[in-house]
């Protein structure tokens, strides 16, 4: 009976030791689970981190090329506006466009066809020697203000007699 009491007894310490145990071990977690942890949160956080910055140069880049389109087709706009044969030439000037300074190249050459002239516009930013942007454009001989309308519209008439 004493050996059954006995071996009742260490029954129960085991029960006991085992419990405590498995508190133990469920009770929070270990010094090397954490670090794991924060380390793959900082591996994370730092890929969303260059993520994010790659998109923002992206976006200015993007922003940059477009203001650049936009001056270099306001030049051969104004080009034509002028209501000149151009020179063949390459001229150059400065602008203040969206807060930014700019440069911009236009060149004007002959295409092989009478009166028509091809006009090619670099733009780029003042503080970079990379264009930016460029746009090509083409530029005849200047007509009377207005004669293209009466153009059109003695095409129309004749095209409206034989219908």
């Not at 503080?127 to 207005?146: D, H, M, Q, R, Y």
């Amino acid at each position: 009976m004493a050996k059954f009491a006995l071996a009742r007894k260490k029954l129960i310490l085991n029960k006991r030791q085992c419990k405590r145990n498995q508190l133990a071990a469920s009770g929070g977690f270990t010094l090397i689970e954490v670090v794991i942890a924060l380390a793959v949160a900082a591996i994370s956080l730092a890929a969303v981190t260059a993520s994010v910055s790659q998109m923002i140069d992206a976006g200015s880049s993007m922003q940059e090329r477009t203001y650049a389109s936009w001056i270099a087709q306001n030049k051969i706009a104004e080009m034509r506006l002028a209501n000149t044969v151009p020179d063949v030439s390459t001229s150059r000037g400065e602008i203040v466009y969206a807060n930014l300074e700019w440069s911009w190249r236009a060149t004007v050459s002959e295409t092989g066809i009478d009166k028509l002239y091809r006009v090619d516009v670099v733009v780029s930013l003042v503080t970079s020697e990379t264009p930016a942007g460029s746009v090509s454009g083409f530029i005849g001989e200047p007509v009377a203000l207005g004669s293209s309308n009466a153009t059109w519209g003695s095409m129309s008439q004749a095209i409206g007699n034989t219908i």
